[in-house]
């Protein structure tokens, strides 16, 4: 590291001194992400750009998760080393570990109470199914579905209410909660 601007001394605690004359994995926490590390390594040393997520260290020990950068720089067309830029993206990662923590316990809770959810894309009117209406209807999971199919899979008298309900949200937003024999 050749020189180093403060947000990198604000988002890791050293200051420019510290880090100057440091190789660029100094930071580096290899253990997590092993893979992701050696593919930086290797373009550091190919001379390749990069791009991905990396857990750095900080000054303090702490672990925060950041997204990389890596650009080649030129200098009278002679390469002269690298340009990194650095993004913190620790928040977000955490708020998909926990997005992803409570997707697998509404999963669950669904399988073991025998629910479903599903919705629909309104540009392609496609429908998108949980996992469990699939395993309720035994339908294959890949199977692609559009509304007038879903709603075919509910009992005949139950059929326009279910379109009734789904036409009146698409305009006006309007919610509902039914409970409809398939």
Not at 132 to 143: F, K, L, N, R, S
Not at 163 to 181: H, N, R, T
Request: hydrophobic share 40%.
């Amino acid at each position: 590291i050749s020189w180093a601007n403060s947000a990198l001394t604000k988002i890791l605690g050293y200051t420019s001194q510290e880090v100057i004359g440091e190789h660029p994995l100094f930071f580096i926490n290899n253990i997590t992400n092993q893979n992701e590390v050696l593919r930086f390594n290797d373009a550091l040393v190919q001379r390749l750009s990069y791009s991905g997520n990396l857990q750095l260290t900080c000054k303090n020990g702490h672990l925060i998760w950041v997204y990389i950068s890596q650009f080649l720089s030129f200098e009278s067309a002679a390469f002269v080393g690298f340009v990194i830029h650095m993004s913190d993206i620790d928040g977000d990662k955490l708020l998909m570990e926990r997005i992803l923590s409570n997707k697998e316990t509404l999963e669950t809770t669904a399988r073991l109470s025998n629910l479903g959810t599903w919705e629909v894309d309104l540009e392609t009117n496609e429908v998108l199914w949980s996992t469990e209406v699939y395993a309720i209807h035994e339908v294959p999971q890949d199977t692609p579905m559009e509304l007038e199919t879903a709603i075919g899979f509910y009992a005949p008298e139950a059929r326009a209410i279910m379109s009734q309900a789904v036409e009146k949200c698409i305009i006006s937003g309007e919610k509902w909660d039914l409970e409809l024999p398939l």
